[in-house]
């Protein structure tokens, strides 16, 4: 392995250095460095400190994370999304004071704020609707205001499709997939919803292929992910009500070729955009992509894509250089863990277990996720069903 990785690395050799080609040679090196170094587990997941970390986070979190005190629906889903990967759970004490926080950040007008008194923004209202979902109780689904959620979602969209995230915030396709995200769980989506999200997707797509956040915005797997998993919905939502496919304009040969090519041959990770480093949670946002993608040829184009990435390089990345003694996933080697990155690194972990050869005999795989909405399966399957025969019956 070590032999492999190193032709890699001196392949990369290059006269006149650029910023961005020193820090990327950087991160080859320390993972050079760490595959010299004799093995210590690094293999196998560490699933009992993963679960210690996470447990300790819902007790007390570090000072550095004042800073994300706009952020408090996001800091439960993180936390609890990672425990039902490694199926584990909270105390039921801990639920009822997860329930009773998420209670408090819902605006008194529909949609969910970063903390209680905080106005309401798309991005912790996806947060806490699937952290929710996630609890999986029907004291847990009736925290959502459907009617009121309803009637915010369309306050904040604009005549070309997209959404604003916050009633004087900005727009962009998180605001546009965050929005769609939750009706799709909620059974709220209408044509008055949906109406121009397609077009406006459709004109994300940059020269080479990834969405950006905004047309004319440079392709990034973050919003890649956003842009094509709520073209996803919408097309779910268009079966349904018009029996046909949800028109749009994107190159969908050229979104799989631009994101199979993020993943990094050297670190096995993928990187967001061209010429930037790895981390590891485009693991989801590019690995789900590329999920996400795979299942629409299928169905579309009535083929397997030819576009697969390799699981085995993805778990490699994830296990042997993002985990941390003591729990944990960090972005990449050098990085300290955070809780967002733990997140979206076993979420990734799960893509990966989906998108193995075969050849190798795995002990363990992490539960499927529902790519659409980054919970499991079975956790949306639940809400959902709850949620849109509740709206039904009102
Ligand atoms: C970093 O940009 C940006 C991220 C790490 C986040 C990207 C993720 C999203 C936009 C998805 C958001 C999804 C929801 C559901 C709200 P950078 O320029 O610091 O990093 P780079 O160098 O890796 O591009
Ligand atoms: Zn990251």
């Known amino acids: 392995m070590f032999r492999d990785l190193k032709s890699l690395y001196l392949q990369n050799e290059q006269t006149y250095p650029t910023e961005t080609y020193l820090v990327q040679r950087q991160v080859e090196r320390s993972i050079l460095k760490i595959e010299q170094e004799p093995l210590r587990g690094e293999d196998r997941l560490n699933k009992e400190e993963h679960k ?3 447990h300790q986070s819902l ?6 994370y004042q800073a994300l005190d706009a952020s408090q629906p996001w800091l ?8 039902d990967l490694l199926e584990d759970e909270p105390t039921e004490e801990e639920k009822i004071g997860i329930l009773e926080h998420l209670s408090r950040c819902q605006s008194p007008n529909g ?5 209680y008194g905080q106005v309401a923004h798309l991005a912790t209202t996806y947060a806490a609707v699937c952290a929710l979902c996630i609890l999986g109780t029907p004291e847990a689904f009736d925290v959502i205001h459907l009617d009121k959620l309803y009637m915010w979602l369309l306050t904040l969209k604009n005549s070309d499709g997209s959404f604003r995230v916050t009633e004087l915030g900005e727009s962009d396709v998180r605001g546009l ?4 995200a939750v009706a799709h769980i909620c059974g709220l989506l209408t044509s008055e919803l949906v109406e121009n999200c397609s077009t406006y997707i459709s004109r994300l797509q940059s020269f080479d292929g990834g969405l950006g956040g905004e047309p004319f915005n440079e392709g990034h797997g973050g919003y890649s992910y956003c842009g094509f998993a709520a073209l996803c919905i919408l097309d779910e939502y268009w079966q349904q009500t018009e029996s046909k496919c949800v028109p749009h304009s994107l190159d969908i040969k050229k979104l799989q070729f631009w994101v199979i090519n993020r993943q990094l041959p050297l670190e096995g990770g993928f990187q967001g955009r061209v010429n930037k480093l ?3 949670c485009y693991s989801f946002w590019q690995g789900g992509l590329l999920t996400l993608l795979e299942f629409w040829t299928r169905k579309y184009q009535k083929r397997n894509t030819s576009f697969r990435f390799s699981g085995e390089d993805l778990e490699r990345y994830l296990l042997r250089y993002c985990q941390c003694r003591g729990g944990g996933f960090r972005d990449k080697p050098g990085k300290p863990r955070d809780l967002y990155h733990t997140c979206y690194a076993l979420s990734g972990l799960s893509v990966a277990h989906q998108n193995l050869s075969g ?3 795995h002990q363990y795989l992490l539960p499927k996720i529902n790519a659409l909405l980054n919970v499991r399966m ?3 399957e639940l809400a959902a069903t709850y949620l849109r025969n509740k709206k039904r019956m009102e």
Do not use: M
């Open 111 to 115: 949609g969910f704020g970063g903390g």
């Open 278 to 280: 790895v981390d590891s």
């Open 76 to 83: 439960c889903y993180w936390i609890l999304h990672a425990l």
């Open 378 to 380: 079975e956790r949306f």
């Open 52 to 54: 210690e970390y996470l």
């Open 359 to 361: 050849t190798v005999t």
């Open 59 to 64: 007790k007390q979190l570090p000072t550095s």
């Open 177 to 180: 997939y965050c929005a769609l």
